[in-house]
């Protein structure tokens, strides 16, 4: 194949020289001043090796910074999670509560208006019995007066 495949000159590690890419051909060998396992080869100098491992050691510990501060954000999320599952819960027993109240509210509004018929109806019973027994005294005391002379006066 004729894909470019990319050497490396020296082995990368923290504290060494950078790699230096080099274009190859698949089918190309590796030049011979190319030393892919040589960490200890650097072709730079070694003020351009110290200032990139400085670099190197600069950027892992921003790295280590953003993993912290990442790590900070998923427990702050998490515990916001928590805080909102809870306050669910309690809004779910908040509108419970209000279902069963609008419930009990109907009921008694129901039970009210029967006591008022009941109530009515007792009233219409006490004047029907009040008429009643006017009427059978009224009946009674003429009856009385039929029978034996009656002074009303």
């Known amino acids: ?22 274009l190859l051909l698949a089918d190309d060998e590796a030049p011979e001043d190319v030393q892919v396992d040589r960490p200890d080869v650097c072709e730079a100098s070694q003020s351009d090796c110290d200032l990139e491992a400085g670099l190197a050691q600069d950027r892992t510990a921003r790295m280590a910074a953003i993993q912290h501060e990442v790590l900070t954000v998923n427990q702050l999320f998490h515990e916001m999670n ?5 306050q669910g819960e309690t809004l779910d027993t908040i509108e419970a509560n ?9 009921q008694a509004t129901r039970e009210v208006k029967i006591a008022e018929r009941r109530s ?21 005391l003429q009856d009385r007066c039929r029978w034996m002379p009656c002074t009303l006066s």
Request: net charge positive.
């Open 1 to 22: 194949s004729d894909l470019p495949v990319m050497a490396l000159s020296g082995l990368y590690r923290l504290g060494g020289c950078a790699p230096r890419p080099r």
């Open 82 to 86: 928590q805080i909102v599952s809870d």
């Open 98 to 106: 209000m279902v069963c109240a609008r419930d009990s509210s109907a």
């Open 120 to 140: 009515r109806g007792r009233w219409v019973c006490f004047l029907v019995l009040m008429v009643l027994v006017i009427v059978l005294a009224v009946v009674g």
